[in-house]
Nanobody
Framework: VQLQASGGGLVQAGGSLRLSCTAS????????TAWFRQAPGKERQFVAA????????WYTDSLRDRFTISRDKATNTVYLQMTSLKPEDTAVYFC????????????????????WGRGTLVTVSS
């Protein structure tokens, strides 16, 4: 499956953005799909993930009150709605995917995910 992320841009602090990640060459039905972000000079950080089979979602705790992951099954798209944005949210945002396994775990590490799209840059100005 190939992933394509979009929706990044420049926004003022306090604003909102919605990122989209679409799949080609397959559907997300058997996948966990996740958003990560990477600021300059920093490691890739887990943001949120969604499990299509069960509709379970999980977040990094510090972002769950401002960011929401969701999906549109009809268009095979996963979204990241970001609100009350802060300058420290500035980063390249990546979507990743992995086939859901039977472990019952909720992966949050970049190396847990096998498929990646090109990132989309989010810049939050103060």
């Amino acid at each position: 499956v190939q992933l394509q992320a979009s929706g990044g841009g420049l926004v003022q602090a306090g604003g909102s953005l919605r990122l989209s990640c679409t799949a080609s060459g397959g559907t997300f039905n058997a996948y966990d799909t996740a958003w990560f972000r990477q600021a300059p000079g920093k490691e890739r950080q887990f943001v949120a993930a969604f499990r299509w089979r069960s509709t379970a979602d999980w977040y990094t705790d510090s972002l769950r009150d401002r960011f929401t992951i969701s999906r549109d099954k009809a268009t095979n798209t996963v979204y990241l709605q970001m609100t009350s944005l802060k300058p420290e949210d500035t980063a390249v945002y990546f979507c990743g995917a992995r086939l859901t396994d039977s472990s019952g775990r909720y992966p949050t590490k970049p190396n847990n995910y096998d498929y990646w799209g090109r990132g989309t840059l989010v810049t939050v100005s103060s």
